[in-house]
């Protein structure tokens, strides 16, 4: 049982346009969701988060955007870099727990 | 700047072996978190512990495999008996007092993993 769900494996886009990646969960009892980054061989790093109160939260290049009716969220990266190749991890938490529930990951590649 | 350091970063045992895997949380974290990463899969809970405290186990397999965070030392997932099927990527993660929901820019931080692989 899947509670966290990203069905693109894999985006390609071309530098300086935008990337979207997407994610879907099942749990309305998560109330924070995360995106980490992941290069081969290296743990993930932490991007950008938001809570479950807020439907959007800005950093630099990134964004996302939760709609919570939909239970839906979506990272934009503009404009999309070569550096930003890297597998994409959307991650959620809540219902009183602190584990990270993970998606299996969109693997973005930029091309110059 | 030390993050969160686990070795050793690769591990090869035969099965029947016994497998251990250290994490250092980062400095000011006393919070660790163990996760399993399977080829072509997202990174799975297994444990949460607290100083001298398992806190969730719930993603933890009942038999072979045991987790401790002492008083002083890192923070130990130990695998006793390995098999083929534990082979995986091991990745540790720690934060700082509180709830991640509430930690804003202070989420889980996460170590380079441990490779594990059983021949």
């Known amino acids: 049982d899947q509670q966290v769900k990203q069905n693109s494996p894999s985006l390609s886009v071309q530098e300086g346009r935008i990337s979207i990646l997407n994610c879907d969960y099942t749990n309305s009892m998560f109330d924070y969701f995360l995106w980490y980054k992941k290069y081969p061989a290296e743990g993930p790093t932490f991007l950008i988060s938001i809570s479950s109160i807020k439907d959007k939260n800005e950093d630099g290049r990134f964004t996302v955007f939760l709609n919570k009716s939909a239970k839906h969220l979506s990272l934009h990266i503009v404009p999309s870099q070569p550096g930003d190749s890297a597998v994409y991890f959307c991650a959620a938490i809540g219902g009183g727990s602190e584990k990270l529930v993970f998606g299996k990951g969109t693997k973005l590649t930029v091309n110059p | 700047n030390a993050g969160v350091m686990q070795n050793p970063r690769h591990l090869v045992r035969r099965r029947g072996q016994e497998a251990r895997l250290r994490c250092s949380p980062m400095k000011g974290h006393s919070h660790v978190y163990w996760y399993r990463q399977l080829p072509e899969e997202g990174l799975k809970f297994m444990v949460y512990l607290q100083k001298e405290n398992i806190i969730d186990e719930s993603g933890m397999p009942k038999e072979r495999f045991s987790a401790e965070f002492p008083k002083e030392g890192p923070s130990i997932l130990r695998i006793q008996q390995v098999v083929r099927g534990d082979s995986a990527a091991y990745f540790c993660?720690?934060?700082?007092?509180?709830?991640?929901?509430?930690?804003?820019?202070?989420?889980?931080?996460f170590g380079d993993g441990t490779r594990l692989s059983i021949l």
């Open positions: 993660a720690s934060s700082p007092p509180g709830s991640t929901s509430d930690a804003g820019d202070q989420p889980q931080h």
